[in-house]
């Protein structure tokens, strides 16, 4: 009877459950749309992220949480655990979200290894600076000092997304930032690199964020 029972608990298992690197405990409390191939999802984020950069993670929740709608966010990390929201447009979108918040993990971990020599905060403010005389130039009231706080900020990033708009920030940031998105602050600058470093165009990271390019290579080639 054991079979049976482990195939009962298999497939009641599967029903909620998956695994990613074989390791990580996935649980889908709400459904995803129907387009949304989780199993193409995993596979391809375990094809694509190296597996010791997910130490850290035990658990990948999926679904509808109250904190997104009182953080504004679609998705979020804490204790070990990813929170992703079940409304994903296609698996890409979903792809996304998972690896940004892997980065945010790996941040965790490695954290001296990533910002203890101030490389990556130093870009990071030489680029909000140039962001700061573009938008000048564009005769947005500003201030430099706002420009020169790499924490994150809720009025700033309401400044960028309402105020300047997603349209006109993704032009104003061409070439400066990987995506708008790294312009928000130094830990999303770091998420955004690594992001589109594993997802995207390793080499236009390495063009466009050479410090970041460098601190995630090294996490890829690292001994451990
Ligand atoms: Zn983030």
Same mark, same amino acid.
């Given at each position: 009877m054991k079979g049976v029972n482990n195939y009962i608990k298999e497939s009641l298992r599967s029903a909620s459950e998956k695994l990613l690197y074989n390791k990580i405990i996935v649980f889908v409390k709400d459904p995803l749309p129907e387009g949304v191939d989780l199993d193409y999802v995993l596979s391809s984020i375990e094809k694509r992220?190296?597996?010791?950069?997910?130490?850290?993670?035990?658990m990948v929740y999926i679904g509808d949480f109250e904190e997104f709608k009182e953080r504004d966010v679609n998705a979020t990390y804490k204790d070990g655990a990813l929170y992703i929201t079940n409304?994903? /447009?296609d698996a890409d979108d979903m792809i996304d979200d998972i690896v940004h918040e892997m980065s945010h993990t790996c941040e965790d971990t490695y954290h001296s290894l990533i910002y203890t020599d101030g490389k990556i905060q130093n870009e990071f403010v030489g680029k909000r600076r140039r962001l700061y005389e573009i938008l000048k130039a564009e005769e947005y009231?500003?201030?430099?000092e706002d420009f020169l706080n790499t924490e994150y900020s809720k009025d700033f990033d309401e400044f960028l997304y309402?105020?300047?708009g997603y349209d006109k920030l993704t032009f104003f940031t061409m070439g400066l930032?990987?995506?708008?998105?790294?312009?928000? /602050?130094y830990r999303e600058y770091f998420a955004n690199g690594f992001e589109h470093y594993f997802l995207n165009d390793p080499q236009y990271v390495k063009v466009v964020s050479p410090a970041v390019y460098d601190k995630v290579d090294g996490l890829v080639f690292m001994e451990i």
């Open positions: 992220v190296p597996e010791h950069l997910t130490y850290g993670i035990d409304e994903q /447009s009231r500003i201030d430099l309402q105020e300047v930032f990987v995506s708008p998105y790294g312009a928000t /602050s």
